[in-house]
């Protein structure tokens, strides 16, 4: 069995999980996050060596204040959790996304701290996408880019290793893009980590998307021929 060595997914389907039951869409949150936990020690034994994971994104913050304000809640009690969890199992917390207003000071100071205590683990990674947006990682990264070379810190060209150092994470490229809840779309997760991702879109909302089914993702993911532009030579 190959084993992707980044995992990403796009944890969407609460809400709907949620309004099927009659409940609010924050217990649909709630329930996510609380699978999101298990699902991501399971996909971290697994020999997966980076899982990201959108959590929450830039457009997000145009839902109700209720939602957000209950979203940003469960983020910084959940981070806390996570982080004393992950430091037992060797796992390094890094964050990906705009780490300013509109995010609330507690979450980012959250953040900060976490990634300051998982910072020299060295099992695995466990990226959360939060306040992100793909398009402007690329755009902050060729800001800072041109400072450095107007600085004299870096000369041109500069060439694809070069730029993903100045990505907000200096992460391998995803292997395995998995999105819940029958969206095929990526909503700007991940443009540039992306480029050669198998791409898998079970139906399933995420607060039901188990262990199980993380299993058949990977017996798909081995199914795919990944040529790479390449031809197979007999
Ligand atoms: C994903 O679930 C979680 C976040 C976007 C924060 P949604 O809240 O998007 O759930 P649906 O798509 O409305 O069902
Ligand atoms: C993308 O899901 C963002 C996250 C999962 C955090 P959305 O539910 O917000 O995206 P759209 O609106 O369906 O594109
Ligand atoms: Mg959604």
Not at 146 to 154: A, R
Not at 174 to 190: K, P, V
Request: proline share 3%.
């Amino acid at each position: 069995m190959k084993i992707p060595k980044h995992v990403a997914f796009i944890l969407d389907g609460n809400g709907r999980w949620a309004q099927e039951r009659g409940l609010s869409r924050s217990k649909g949150h709630e329930e996510g996050y609380k699978n999101l936990r298990s699902l991501s020690k399971y996909i971290l034994s697994k020999g997966v060596e980076v899982f990201s994971v959108y959590a929450f994104s830039t457009e997000n913050f145009g839902r109700s204040k209720q939602e957000v304000d209950a979203l940003m809640n469960l983020i910084l009690v959940g981070v806390k959790k996570y982080a004393q969890e992950f430091a037992k199992e060797n796992i390094k917390i890094v964050f990906s996304g705009i780490r300013n207003y509109p995010l609330p000071k507690d979450v980012i100071d959250v953040m900060n701290e976490v990634e300051d205590q998982t910072k020299e683990n060295s099992r695995g990674i466990f990226n959360i996408c939060l306040n992100y947006d793909g398009q402007q990682e690329i755009l902050d990264a060729s800001n800072k880019i041109v400072e450095d070379v107007n600085n004299g810190i870096l000369k041109l060209p500069v060439t694809k290793e070069i730029f993903n150092k100045y990505l907000y994470q200096e992460l391998p490229p995803i292997d395995l893009l998995i999105r819940t809840s029958a969206e095929n779309r990526l909503s700007g997760f991940m443009l540039w980590q992306a480029s050669y991702a198998e791409f898998y879109f079970p139906k399933t909302y995420f607060p039901d998307f188990k262990e199980k089914d993380f299993d058949m993702a990977l017996e798909e993911y081995n199914k795919r021929d990944r040529r790479f532009g390449k031809i197979k030579e007999n």
